[in-house]
């Protein structure tokens, strides 16, 4: 892993480029791990990424209590969104099926924090803060060519 690549989100529509660029990183076998308090736009990032790999969706709910919400990408993979708040044990995500999960479709994991003993070292994660009434900074851990198609892809869409 490389330092981290800081990127200023001063918008909604800013978020949304992020989520575009994550999502050219939403193929099977991959975790993006969303982090950040409350209110830091998980799943507007979340919501954005599924559109962009499944295409338009009449309804892309957070899955709280469900606790996974699978979609199924335009290129024939599954996307398993995830949202481990309840969550209270790493055990307990081990019933949800989540290890064939990391092999077999792309994860986008809000909360990844309550199975950090289960994650892969190439998980790519996303640490989201507020740093203002409407804008974000996003940290993002990623493996050094992950980072360089992050920043290529967010190249062609400004923040």
């Known amino acids: 892993m490389s330092a981290p ?19 050219q990183l939403c193929v099977p076998g991959r975790q993006l791990c969303l982090e950040g308090p409350l209110g830091a736009g998980k799943s507007t990032l979340a919501r954005t990424i599924i559109e ?55 994860c986008l994991i809000e909360w990844p924090d309550r199975i950090a003993v289960l994650l892969p070292a190439t998980a790519v994660t996303i640490s989201l803060s507020i740093i203002g009434s409407n804008s974000r900074r996003a940290e993002i851990l990623a493996l050094e060519q992950d980072q360089a198609i992050i920043a290529d892809a967010l190249g062609s869409h400004p923040v």
Do not use: K
Not at 11 to 18: M, N
Not at 65 to 82: I, K, R
């Open 52 to 106: 962009q790999v499944c295409g338009p969706q009449s309804d892309i709910p957070s899955p709280t209590f469900t606790l996974v919400q699978p979609y199924d990408a335009l290129a024939g993979h599954e996307v398993w969104h995830m949202d481990l708040y309840r969550l209270t044990t790493a055990q307990d995500a081990l019933a949800l099926g989540i290890e064939d999960a990391f092999y077999n479709a792309a």
């Open 5 to 23: 690549l800081s990127v200023n989100l001063s918008s909604l529509s800013a978020t949304e480029a992020l989520g575009r660029a994550l999502a």
